[in-house]
T-cell receptor, first 109, second 115 residues
Framework: GQSLEQPSEVTAVEGAIVQINCTYQ??????LSWYQQHDGGAPTFLSY??LDGLEETGRFSSFLSRSDSYGYLLLQELQMKDSASYFC??????????WGAGTKLIIKP | DTAVSQTPKYLVTQMGNDKSIKCEQN?????MYWYKQDSKKFLKIMFS???????INETVPNRFSPKSPDKAHLNLHINSLELGDSAVYFC??????????????FGPGTRLTVT
């Protein structure tokens, strides 16, 4: 079957760096996406990796290794507003995104 | 100038009733989706339409029926509502042709509570 694995919860301190990992097993692969969802809000797109390597967007970076079926989201200089759930999602061989179960990021002052 | 809008935002109804949720996108995207997110936050794809054609029809009860009158609108009708239908339903849209990130834009969600 198709699946994505990511930790259910990660805790970090304000100002620190945190990495959220995602491993996937899918039939077909077109890219790995990351979405952020605050409590009571809708998922919003953060990043997309189709090729191996690191993509940086401000304080957030995303990495992909297709040979390892692995990626991660790196958040630097954590702020309290980064407290949210983070989802990895893979675009497989059909039109849909296959979603991970989400990682709840808890940030402590 | 909301990109993806849904109505209603909240819906409280009794078991056995029939209800509809409407979704509209003004992004010019060719594909729209319905997701169900339960209390454990898992996002489950239900349906997807590409240019008004059903392309994803996951295993959901027949009580759920999508309808896409045009590529900017995707509605969800639910018959004979059950307690287990209580969840947040998200509409989303994306552009599947032309390459790129296939980023999905989500509506604000409809929180459905069945009593």
């Amino acid at each position: 079957g198709q699946s994505l694995e990511q930790p259910s919860e990660v805790t970090a301190v304000e100002g620190a760096i945190v990495q959220i990992n995602c491993t996937y097993q899918t039939s077909g692969f077109y890219g790995l996406s990351w979405y952020q969802q605050h409590d009571g809000g809708a998922p919003t797109f953060l990043s997309y990796n189709a090729l191996d390597g690191l993509e940086e967007t401000g304080r957030f970076s995303s990495f992909l290794s297709r040979s390892d079926s692995y990626g991660y989201l790196l958040l630097q200089e954590l702020q309290m507003k980064d407290s949210a759930s983070y989802f990895c999602a893979v675009r497989g061989s059909n039109y849909q995104l296959i979603w991970g179960a989400g990682t709840k990021l808890i940030i402590k002052p | 100038d909301t990109a993806v809008s849904q109505t209603p935002k909240y819906l409280v109804t009794q078991m056995g009733n029939d209800k509809s949720i409407k979704c509209e996108q003004n992004l010019g995207h060719d594909t729209m989706y319905w997701y169900k997110q339960d209390s454990k936050k898992f996002l489950k794809i239900m349906f997807s339409y590409n240019n008004k054609e059903l392309i994803i029809n996951e295993t959901v009860p027949n009580r759920f029926s999508p309808k896409s009158p045009d590529k900017a609108h995707l509605n969800l009708h639910i018959n004979s509502l059950e307690l287990g239908d209580s969840a947040v339903y998200f509409c989303a849209s994306s552009q599947l042709t032309g390459g790129g990130s296939y980023e999905q834009y989500f509506g604000p969600g409809t929180r459905l509570t069945v009593t």
